[in-house]
C-alpha cells in the first residue's frame, strides 16, 4: 500500500516538440535529444534503469527492456508552456485559457498605475533574461533607485532590484502590490521578485531569496485534496509558490537543484505520508534559459547520481514520481521555455518490473493518479488514472 508519493518535477526537461508546437514557434524544439548532441552523449545509468531510454533516443540513452520503473510521454493539454501552467496541469487542473503574456512590455496605464502605487518610477519594462537586463540597467538602478521591470514569453511581472538599494522587505512588498493589481485581463501567472547583489559587471542574483506570488489555481488540486484527507503535503524549493501555497504544509525556498536534493533526502529520511512534492529549478533558470548546453547535461548527470540517494531512503511504502512541466531546449532560438512532451518515470510501492505506459493524453494524469496511490478522492480532477495498471505490491 503506498502511503507516500514523493514528486520531483525536473523543471524544463522536454522530450521533443509536441504535436501544436508551431503555433508557438518551437517546433524542432527537444531538449533532452539536443543537449546530448551537443555534449556528444549522455551518461545517466540510474534514469535510464528506469526508462528514460525508452522515451527518448538522445545520444547515449539506450532502452532498457528490464527497466524498473513505469514510463511516459506526456501531452500539455493546457495552453501556454510556462510552469504554472504545467504545474498546475501536473496536479490534475487543465486550463481552457492561456495566461496574458505581454511582448511589447506592460501598457503604459498598467506601468503608471504600479509606479503610483509603490512610489517609484522602475526602469526597462521590456521581454529580456534576467542576467542580461540587470547587466544593462543594474548601474542606472544603483544611481536612480529605480527598481527595474521586465517580463518574458511566459506570463511573468519580474521585479529586480539590489539589496542595498531596495531592502528585501521593501521589494517583496512592491511585488505583492503587483500581484494585487494583476487581475482581470491582466491576471499574469507569476509576480517574481528578483533580488540581485555586487557591482556593476559582477552582479549576482540571489536565487534564494526569490519570491514567486503566483494566482491561486481556479480549483482544488490533488494538493489540497491530500492535505483536505488529512495527509500533509510538503514542499521543497519553489513549488509552493507555484501553487499560491495551496494545500502546503510548508515549502522552504532553496537556492538550487544541490540544496534542494539535500534537502529531499532529509525530508525522505525523515519518513511520513501525503504527498513530498520538489522543483529541481536550474535546468531551467540557470541553463535552459541561459541557453547552457552543458551545464545542463551536468544538470543531468548530477541528478542521475543523486537518484540513489532517494531510492536508498525509501521505505516499501513510497512510491517515486519523477516528472517534468515543459521544455527548455538549450539550444533552441530564443531564450524561453520550449512547448515539448513532458517526462513520467515512476517506481515503488514494490513495483513488480517496468511498465510502458504510453503516452499520457494530459499531464493530468499524474494528479489523478496520484489520488488513486493515495485512497483520497479525486472527483473533480482532470485526467485518466494509471494507478491500477501498475504492478504494486
Known sequence: MVTRIIWVVLDGVGLGALPDAYLYGDQGADTLGHTAEAVGGLKLPNLESLGLGNLSR??????????AGAYARMKEV????????????????????????????????????FQRR????????????????????????????????????????????????????????????????????????????????????????????????SLPPPRPTVLERCAAAGLPV??????????????????????????TMARLIEEVRAGGEGILMA???????????RRDAPGFAGALEEVDGFLPRITGAMRKEDFLILVSDHGCDPTFRGTDHTREYALLLAWGGGMRGGLDLGTRESFADVGRSIADLLGIDGEGLDGKSFAAGLRLS
Not at 529541481?280 to 535552459?288: E, K
Open 279 to 289: 522543483n529541481l529549478v536550474d535546468f531551467d533558470m540557470v541553463y535552459g534559459h
Open 78 to 113: 493546457s495552453p501556454g508552456k510556462d510552469s504554472t501552467t504545467g504545474h498546475w496541469e501536473l496536479a490534475g487542473v487543465i486550463l481552457d485559457r492561456p495566461f496574458p503574456v505581454y511582448p511589447q512590455g506592460f501598457p503604459p496605464e498598467l506601468v503608471e498605475e
Open 118 to 213: 509603490i512610489g517609484r518610477e522602475v526602469l526597462g519594462n521590456k521581454p529580456a533574461s534576467g542576467t542580461e537586463i540587470i547587466e544593462e540597467l543594474g548601474e542606472e538602478h544603483l544611481r536612480t533607485g529605480k527598481p527595474i521591470l521586465y517580463t518574458s514569453a511566459d506570463s511573468v511581472f519580474q521585479l529586480a532590484a539590489h539589496k542595498e538599494v531596495v531592502p528585501l522587505e521593501e521589494l517583496y512588498a512592491m511585488c505583492r502590490a503587483a500581484r494585487e493589481m494583476l487581475r482581470g485581463e491582466h491576471a499574469v501567472s507569476r509576480v517574481i521578485a528578483r533580488p540581485f547583489t555586487g557591482e556593476p559587471g559582477r552582479f549576482v542574483r540571489v536565487g534564494s531569496e526569490r519570491l514567486d506570488l
Open 234 to 259: 510538503i514542499g521543497v524549493g519553489k513549488v509552493g509558490d507555484l501553487y499560491a501555497g495551496r494545500g502546503f504544509l510548508r515549502s522552504p525556498h532553496t537556492s538550487g537543484n544541490a540544496e
Open 58 to 67: 538522445a545520444r547515449g540513452l539506450r532502452p532498457r527492456g528490464d527497466a
